[in-house]
């Protein structure tokens, strides 16, 4: 299986700092690589497909780039809304993976 | 509006078996990619497994052989039949849809909608 590996695991950060997330795979996946965004208590969120497509009604501050093995996740200017956990998601082999997830808290 | 409800969770003994079930409106779930995914408490999102379209499956490698997961179009409803569980196997599981996106270069698979999740407890 692809393994998925983002860094870091956490960060803290102020609201309108920038902040950008890596997710790094164990063998190419093109850019079949999916970005979800997780709240406590409830169900992850579509954010991004094909590592730089924003999902309708994701707020442009978000953007991701990458192909291959590196991809990054950023948030231009982060909002009180964007605190939450983040997690990269292959989907280039027939068995999915997910990364282990990047918590982005309040400093 | 697409709608995922998940039911059929519950307080289980190890070695025990489980169905769960997700009932989906808004679309057909012959239509698009129907996934569980886990997440055991204070943890990640584990992908477990995927029906597409098709009617093809795939599981993760820690539920091959004991999960199995099916659909019945004529209610809409997707189902995960889980087997000889084991504590690990504690977990809220979600249902999960999607579809390809498109985009330069080809399709690309995602998933777009989400339940509320049901809850799996394995222990004696």
């Known amino acids: 299986d692809i393994q998925m590996t983002q860094s870091p695991s956490s960060l803290s950060a102020s609201v309108g700092d920038k902040v950008t997330i890596t997710c790094r795979a164990s063998q190419s996946i093109s850019r079949y690589l999916n970005w979800y965004q997780q709240k406590p208590g409830k169900a992850p969120k579509f954010l991004i497909y094909a590592a730089s497509n924003l999902q309708s009604g994701v707020p442009s501050r978000f953007s991701g780039r990458g192909s291959g093995t590196e991809f990054t996740l950023t948030i231009s200017s982060l909002q009180p809304e964007d605190f939450a956990t983040y997690y990269c998601?292959?989907?280039?082999?027939?068995?999915?993976?997910f990364g282990q997830g990047t918590k982005v808290e309040i400093k | 509006e697409v709608q995922l409800v998940e039911s059929g969770g519950a307080l289980i003994q190890p070695g025990g078996s489980l169905r769960l079930s997700c009932a989906a409106s808004?679309?057909?779930?012959?239509?698009?990619?129907m996934s569980w995914v886990r997440q055991a408490p204070g943890k990640g999102l584990e992908w477990v497994s995927i029906?597409?379209?098709?009617?093809?499956?795939n599981c993760a490698d820690s539920v091959r052989g004991r999960f199995i997961i099916s659909r019945d179009v004529s209610k809409n409803t997707v189902f995960l039949q889980m087997n000889s569980l084991r504590a690990e196997d504690t977990a809220m599981y979600y249902c999960a849809s999607g579809y390809d996106h498109y985009d330069t270069g080809g399709y690309y698979p995602g998933l777009d909608y989400w339940g509320l999740g049901t809850l799996v407890t394995v222990s004696s």
């Open positions: 998601q292959q989907s280039y082999t027939i068995s999915w993976t």
């Open positions: 029906i597409h379209g098709s009617g093809s499956t």
């Open positions: 808004g679309f057909t779930v012959s239509s698009n990619y």
